[in-house]
């Protein structure tokens, strides 16, 4: 690629910026057409104008080269027509980065990746109207899209994937800091109201302290989560979207032995392993669907010891994590999205039979056979609280019933928790097997968090 600086080429500037008249007091929009102008008048007399397309496409990915390539030649030929000191949009950073924007970068939206908006997990564009989830909940922003420009984001965000057919009506695509963009177009979207959704994850490196200050989940509980944790039982958290399902799994994760071998599938880029446990040898993937199904047999066949399913959202992913559960492999973790987690066996089994066939009611005891416990969380009215609403501990019995007990429950009017002290046969087997000292220490608190207070089951 050839080096992106016009300082070489200042003699040779535009007809376009030599003959410009000063634009002090200009409007922004038209020193945004102005630069543009200039821009292409460049790139045609250089006749390089895919090599600015390459360019572009990189500065929206995020390459900080190409950012800067811009950046630099927009300050130039600004301060050549004297409107260094003209008003931009109070949504942009500086009067460079606006017209970058503007012209050929986010637009508006570039807000959403400032500073202001770090720990904001989504932004939308639906039409000419854009969206931050702002303290969870969705805000209409004051910028807008006029249709020519949305229009142009589009195009420009499609020439992230130029091995897909650009008459499709369904897009993703992903940015450089992982950033997903998902791209609805008509017909699938309504004619006027093309849209854009941009979804990062935001996985903070929070301790149980901090989730228990936040009111997540309960201060008293945190020792037990600790020692089941430690003892290593499988678990898998529960629960819709944008819940602490995948904050929480982290912290879990963080408190894993580092010198133990670990394999993580992610159908997305989600969690930043190698920095939760900086130096542990984990392999991290990024597998779905087919990919998944051609490598699970090699998952199998692994020597690590344990697995991470984040966000197991297919049968493929579903039949891998239960086939290796299986096997007798504990200390696995996993996230899925279900509002009732005593249907957690049925849903799963239906989509594991959906994608790989066999018999319901066998894979369902498989499933039930494959976790030790199940944590349902969930969000209240304000969108940006967050709560453990129950623990679960599920279990086959001996004459192949599926048991799934709660061992703890969120009541939403007094806002606090009850336990319940209970140790299924699996857990209580396992359990001694892996840590007895662990395991004993585990009861002991399991029963004097039951004590401290009457037991109330199913709660709100």
């Not at 004297?82 to 017209?99: M, T």
């Not at 057919?165 to 699938?188: C, N, Q, S, W």
């Not at 944790?229 to 799994?249: C, E, Y």
């Not at 699970?296 to 994590?321: H, M, P, Q, V, W």
């Amino acid at each position: 690629m050839e080096k992106f600086s016009f300082r070489e080429t200042v003699r040779e500037r535009s007809f376009a910026e030599k003959s410009a008249p000063a634009a002090a007091g200009m409007e922004f929009s038209e020193l945004c057409s102005r630069v543009m102008d200039i821009f292409f008048a460049e790139w045609e007399a250089r006749d390089n104008s895919r090599s600015a397309l390459e360019i572009q496409k990189k500065a929206i990915i995020g390459y900080e080269k190409e950012k800067n390539y811009f950046l630099s030649r927009i300050t130039e030929i600004v301060e050549s027509l004297g409107a260094s000191g003209a008003e931009y949009p109070k949504w942009y950073e500086s009067l460079a980065q606006g017209i970058y924007h503007e012209n050929w970068g986010l637009a508006g939206l570039a807000q959403w990746f400032s500073p202001e908006y770090a720990g904001s997990s989504s932004a939308k564009i639906i039409g000419s109207d854009i969206y931050f989830l702002d303290r969870g909940r969705m805000k209409l922003m004051p910028q807008k899209l006029s249709a020519e420009r949305l229009d142009r984001l589009l195009k420009a965000i499609l020439l992230l994937t130029p091995e897909e057919r650009m008459d499709k009506d369904y897009h993703e695509a992903y940015l450089l800091d992982g950033t997903r963009v998902t791209i609805f177009v008509p017909p699938l979207a309504k004619k006027d109201r093309p849209s854009m959704i941009f979804r990062r994850y935001i996985v903070p490196s929070l301790s149980f302290e901090e989730q228990a200050r936040r009111g997540t989940i309960p201060k008293e509980a945190i020792p037990l989560f600790k020692s089941m944790a430690k003892i290593g039982f499988n678990v898998a958290f529960v629960g819709a979207v944008r819940t602490a399902k995948t904050t929480f799994l982290s912290t879990w994760q963080a408190l894993e032995d580092p010198a133990l071998e670990g394999v993580m599938v992610e159908t997305d880029p989600e969690i930043p392993m190698h920095n939760l446990l900086p130096g542990a040898p984990i392999l991290q993937l990024i597998a779905d669907g087919d990919e998944l199904k051609q490598i699970s047999k090699n998952l199998l066949r692994s020597d690590a010891d344990y697995f991470i399913l984040a966000e197991a959202r297919d049968g493929i992913a579903l039949d891998t994590a239960v086939r290796i559960a299986s096997k007798g492999t504990k200390r696995m973790k996993m996230t899925f999205h279900t509002r009732n987690p005593r249907q957690f066996p049925l849903e799963v089994a239906t989509e594991i039979v959906k994608s790989t066939g066999g018999d319901l009611q066998l894979t369902m005891m498989k499933v039930a056979e494959s976790f030790d416990y199940l944590f349902h969380f969930i969000q209240l009215a304000d969108k940006s609280r967050k709560r453990l609403k129950g623990i679960y501990q599920m279990y086959l019995t001996d004459k192949g019933e599926i048991c799934i007990d709660p061992i703890c429950s969120y009541n939403p009017v007094e806002d606090n928790w009850t336990f319940n002290y209970i140790i299924g046969p699996a857990q209580y087997e396992y359990g001694r097997e892996s840590d007895y000292e662990e395991f004993e220490n585990m009861q002991l608190i399991l029963r004097a968090l039951a004590e401290a207070g009457p037991f109330r089951s199913e709660v709100g």
